[in-house]
């Protein structure tokens, strides 16, 4: 019973440290947000931007966890870097404006966060289920 207890402590951290990165595009601009499953902005993280596996841009996010960056490339790759192997990448085409606005991004985020806990309830009951089951044999 304490395995189980411990299994689901370490995996219920994994989520925890996921870190998130929204992108929008309004003509050449793009911008860059990143966040933690927290809800905690990922502040001074490390912002690099790849064409063709090639770094044309490396800077750091603000305070804030955004950054706007002026592509002149159709293709991009955004990464952020949050050390200690926190790392987030998407891929954006700068000539199609992203539409999405910030708040509808985060609360389908949030409503994944609550599907993922009632699975893990569900999974956590079939388990005890069956232990009774196997002990009662």
Known sequence: MKYIFIIFI???????????VFLTNEDSNVHVFAYFASGAVCQNCRLIIKNKDKIVFEDKLDNKGKYTYNSKFK???????AEGGHMAQEKIEVSKPHTQSLTKHIQEEETQKY??????????????????????K
């Open 10 to 20: 370490l995996f219920s951290s994994v989520w925890a440290h996921k870190l998130n």
């Open 75 to 81: 293709n991009i790759d955004v990464i952020v870097d």
């Open 115 to 136: 599907y993922k806990i009632v699975i893990s309830l569900l999974l956590i009951g079939i388990i005890f289920f069956l232990i009774k089951k196997v002990k009662r």
